[in-house]
């Protein structure tokens, strides 16, 4: 678990001009990385895209770029300092880190609505899934991510959690215009920022987890290219499946063999095992030992069995014939 956080919340400032913009965009260098959240009505291809907050260490200031009031002069602008240096640019640029929870239907309002084709992506959400003991075949909110990973001043984790789900009641009672309001309020504003305040503290409590390794950086960076990918394809991306749910190595054999041998399967020699043959759990040299904790992943990739060859294949078909004994 990370360390307690500072016990201020950040101050979010106001881009609302051009002008603004490109006194912003001149704190960001070549070598930056920053931290990005986006808001809108129904964010993506069908809704809006209002708000872009940006938090760009080690400064803790958090910027809410008013894209409503701007329109496409917000990715257009030039920086102050360089002229070839706007929002989308920077965006765009792989060299530039940006880290996001969850960046699905982030990256699908940038492409869809103001063609900002974002890279460079860490997706914080799969970087919690990927180092995370035990079973991770799910994602996990921003939320819970907090309330669990983080030591926060107990009235810092109240005010942030109620600034959270008085917006949420608000957005579900059907207050469709809550971040195309204006003027701000400040609960839109002290949400907002709350999306990014905590993201670098994250990152650093799930580097410091013992399954971490910066070998599966380049992992890490492909699985967030791909979703960035998959969200901005013509057709076929959901922004509400129910499959959004389930973290991406699911469906990797040899990340689904790994998490299997962490949560109770044992791959073994076919002649070290003979006993395990009249239980009918032995197969091209695997013993599988059936847990509970390993049901939701045999509920959702034996359906994609088809998918899938070899090892991978053998270890999901074992684990589907298992379910009966395993499922409580």
Same mark, same amino acid.
């Given at each position: 678990?990370?360390?307690?956080?500072?016990?201020?919340?950040?101050?979010?400032?106001?881009?609302?001009?051009?002008?603004?913009?490109?006194?912003?965009?001149?704190?960001?260098?070549?070598?930056?990385?920053?931290?990005?959240?986006?808001?809108?009505?129904?964010?993506?291809?069908?809704?809006?895209?209002?708000?872009?907050?940006?938090?760009?260490?080690?400064?803790?200031?958090?910027?809410?770029?008013?894209?409503?009031?701007?329109?496409?002069?917000?990715?257009?602008?030039?920086?102050?300092?360089?002229?070839?240096?706007?929002?989308?640019?920077?965006?765009?640029?792989?060299?530039?880190?940006?880290?996001?929870?969850?960046?699905?239907?982030?990256?699908?309002?940038?492409?869809?609505?103001?063609?900002?084709?974002?890279?460079?992506?860490?997706?914080?959400?799969?970087?919690?899934?990927?180092?995370?003991?035990?079973?991770?075949?799910?994602?996990?909110?921003?939320?819970?991510?907090?309330?669990?990973?983080?030591?926060?001043?107990?009235?810092?984790?109240? /005010?942030?959690?109620?600034? +959270?789900?008085?917006? !949420?009641?608000?957005? $579900?009672? #059907?207050?469709?215009?809550?971040?195309? =309001? &204006?003027?701000?309020?400040?609960?839109?504003?002290?949400?907002?920022?709350?999306?990014?305040?905590?993201?670098?503290?994250?990152?650093?409590?799930?580097?410091?987890?013992?399954?971490?390794?910066?070998?599966?950086?380049?992992?890490? /960076?492909?699985?967030?290219? +791909?979703?960035?990918? !998959?969200?901005?394809? $013509?057709? #076929?991306?959901?922004?509400?499946?129910? =499959? &959004?749910?389930?973290?991406?190595?699911?469906?990797?054999?040899?990340?689904?063999?790994?998490?299997?041998?962490?949560?109770?399967?044992?791959?073994?020699?076919?002649?070290?095992?003979?006993?395990?043959?009249?239980?009918?759990?032995?197969?091209?040299?695997?013993?599988?030992?059936?847990?509970?904790?390993?049901?939701?992943?045999?509920?959702?990739?034996?359906?994609?069995?088809?998918?899938?060859?070899?090892?991978?294949?053998?270890?999901?078909?074992?684990?589907?014939?298992?379910?009966?004994?395993?499922?409580?």
């Amino acid at each position: 678990m990370a360390p307690p956080s500072p016990s201020t919340t950040p101050n979010p400032s106001l881009v609302t001009n051009v002008q603004a913009l490109r006194n912003f965009l001149a704190t960001i260098g070549p070598s930056s990385s920053i931290y990005v959240d986006l808001e809108g009505t129904n964010l993506g291809r069908g809704g809006t895209l209002d708000l872009i907050t940006v938090l760009v260490p080690p400064d803790r200031k958090v910027r809410i770029i008013d894209v409503k009031a701007m329109g496409n002069q917000a990715f257009t602008t030039p920086s102050k300092k360089d002229d070839n240096v706007t929002l989308k640019s920077i965006l765009e640029d792989p060299s530039i880190r940006k880290y996001l929870w969850d960046v699905r239907n982030d990256a699908d309002a940038l492409k869809s609505l103001y063609h900002v084709a974002i890279s460079g992506v860490i997706d914080l959400q799969l970087l919690e899934n990927l180092t995370r003991q035990g079973n991770s075949f799910y994602v996990t909110g921003l939320d819970k991510a907090v309330e669990n990973d983080l030591r926060l001043d107990q009235q810092e984790q109240i /005010e942030w959690k109620k600034t +959270k789900e008085d917006i !949420r009641k608000r957005m $579900a009672s #059907g207050d469709s215009g809550i971040f195309s =309001t &204006r003027p701000f309020t400040t609960p839109v504003l002290r949400y907002c920022a709350g999306d990014v305040q905590f993201l670098p503290l994250l990152r650093k409590a799930y580097e410091a987890r013992p399954a971490y390794t910066p070998k599966w950086w380049t992992h890490l /960076e492909n699985a967030s290219a +791909k979703r960035v990918k !998959r969200a901005c394809s $013509a057709k #076929g991306y959901n922004a509400t499946g129910a =499959t &959004r749910a389930v973290g991406p190595w699911g469906s990797d054999p040899a990340y689904f063999f790994r998490k299997g041998k962490q949560l109770g399967l044992r791959a073994t020699s076919s002649t070290s095992q003979k006993g395990s043959q009249k239980d009918g759990n032995q197969s091209e040299g695997l013993c599988l030992k059936p847990t509970k904790e390993l049901a939701p992943f045999v509920l959702v990739e034996s359906q994609r069995q088809a998918t899938h060859r070899g090892l991978g294949s053998t270890l999901i078909s074992k684990l589907a014939s298992l379910m009966k004994r395993v499922m409580p």
